[in-house]
């Protein structure tokens, strides 16, 4: 519910709170499919290739969010489910890692972030609802650090009252109060913390990474 409502929303904070220029923001939010989410992705990669020139730099840094569906594939690779996908295709859905984070976190030395408010969206669980399993994929780029809304088999839940996912719902208090400037590991620990109790310790957020020094990092830099 309301995942639609999440990413306009969430667009809006981008924009007038974080500051991302609007021409470097892609919104999509009518039933996206499987192919204009790749060719989203593909625009995306293009700008910051244009950036890269035109800045003469290379550290260009990259938010993804997603709002949805996340399941298994029959390899159990943790995957993130198009509009036109289903389970009777579900290998043909969007793997979290190799389709879309380190894509975009590919020819550039910048710190690419990624927050997805989705069930079973974590490194890893044993069995769901759906009967898909998840495994750690091994394959995220060192400069990628996924947050994820959930643990292991948890589900998503929504934040009724604001109409919007409990996990987007503070994360977005949390971009408010700072204005984007906080480290990692401080996000990490509200984000746990506000979404454990605010669905009375039904969900618990996660974080996905491969590099060490990932908690030092800063969403933004002064």
Known sequence: PYAKHDAEVVYQYMLNVIG????????????PTRLEIVET??????????MIQSLDRSDIDVFFYYAGHGTGNNNSIPVLVPYDVSLNN?????????????????????KVIGF??????????????????????????????????????????PNNPEAHGAFTYQLLS????????????????????KVFYSTNKRQRPSVIYK???WKEWKLLSE
């Open 20 to 31: 991302i220029p609007k021409d470097n923001i892609f919104l999509l939010t009518n039933d």
């Open 41 to 50: 992705l593909n625009k995306i990669n293009e700008q910051k290739s244009i």
């Open 90 to 110: 579900i290998d043909a859905a969007l793997r979290r890692d190799e389709d879309i984070m380190n894509s975009l976190a590919s020819n550039t030395t910048g």
């Open 116 to 157: 997805i408010d989705a069930c079973y969206a974590s490194n890893s669980f044993n069995v769901g609802d759906r009967g898909l399993g998840v495994k750690t994929s091994g394959s995220i780029s060192e400069n990628v650090v996924v947050f994820s809304a959930v643990s292991e088999n948890q589900k998503a839940f």
């Open 174 to 193: 949390i971009l408010k109060d700072n204005q984007g400037y906080i480290n990692l590991g401080q996000m990490s620990t509200l984000l746990i913390e």
């Open 211 to 213: 590099t060490t020094d």
